[in-house]
Nanobody, 126 residues
Framework: QVQLVESGGGSVQAGGSLTLSCVASKYTYYSDCIGWFRQIPGKEREGVAAIYLGHGNAYYADSVKGRFTISRNSANKTVYLQINSLKPEDTATYYC???????????????????WGQGTQVTVSS
């Protein structure tokens, strides 16, 4: 069992930046991929980024490339999601999740992840 705790959400104005953090209780093969997802009430959870902890390769949804950066600090079991040039449409609850890799890849679909945090709210005002 892997526990995940997100933090760093808040209310910001459009154009600002935020860095979200995801702390894992432990790293195992079944948590070699850490993904970030977001969800608006009434909509499906959307994957935005993932990172393979072993080699550090990052994967991004096309919709966020260039503005979102995922990174890791293995020493403190933390994965970060930096969001730049925030837009009102980035408003959502952001979740991190842990899952096993597929070969040497990490997918950013919800079905690839077994462990989920409770989420942190990001609100962007125009």
């Amino acid at each position: 069992q892997v526990q995940l705790v997100e933090s760093g959400g808040g209310s910001v104005q459009a154009g600002g930046s935020l860095t979200l953090s995801c702390v894992a209780s432990k790293y195992t093969y079944y948590s070699d991929c850490i993904g970030w997802f977001r969800q608006i009430p009434g909509k499906e959870r959307e994957g935005v980024a993932a990172i393979y902890l072993g080699h550090g390769n990052a994967y991004y949804a096309d919709s966020v490339k260039g503005r979102f950066t995922i990174s890791r600090n293995s020493a403190n079991k933390t994965v970060y999601l930096q969001i730049n040039s925030l837009k009102p449409e980035d408003t959502a609850t952001y979740y991190c999740a842990a899952g096993a890799p597929s070969g040497s890849w990490c997918f950013i679909q919800t079905r690839a992840y077994d462990y989920w945090g409770q989420g942190t709210q990001v609100t962007v005002s125009s």
